[in-house]
């Protein structure tokens, strides 16, 4: 068999064991700020959460989740039990993304991961979830349910846009080992 797929099994099977309900819940708490068909992203201060439920809330609800912490993709998120509702909120001001938040660092004391923020970048073609932007030679992938119509000719013109929304960092192998190689 593939031994780094036994090895990542073993390790994820000890993180997820970490991390069960049965080590307790906890609470946390903010604002919603995109909400996906199965989980929600929510936002306090710097710090931001991806959270999983059957019940979603709305963007801008203000609340307090209780639930377990779990593993996904290599990070830890949250398994809502249940939610309370606060109040509303207006959105996290989105702050600017530097081209260091997104290149993932294992020793990074602070991450852009789930956050709102704005990144400006060239327009290289539109994808089938969106569209793909070049920021600083590291392609970027935007997620959105519309391209606007403006985008109907990037592949020839490159336009140069700024994008706010909720950033969902994942490691992209092939783009460190092109950027360690040049």
Known sequence: ????????????????EALSPAKGEAEVTGTVTFVGEDFFFLQNGDDGMKVFGRRLPRRGDE???????????????????????????????????????????GGAKKSANWLR??????????TESGFALNVDNVPVNVMMTRVPDFLADCERTHPCVTIRGVVELVLDQSVLLGRSNS
């Open 1 to 16: 068999g593939d031994y780094s797929a036994e090895v990542r099994k073993r390790v994820s099977a000890k993180l997820s």
């Open 63 to 105: 609340l307090a989740v209780l639930g377990t912490p779990s593993l996904e993709g290599g990070h830890v998120v949250f398994v809502a039990q249940s939610w309370q509702k606060r109040g509303e909120r207006p959105l996290p001001a989105s702050r600017p993304l530097a081209m260091d938040d997104l290149v993932y660092a």
């Open 117 to 126: 923020v704005a990144i400006a970048g060239r327009v290289l073609g539109v």
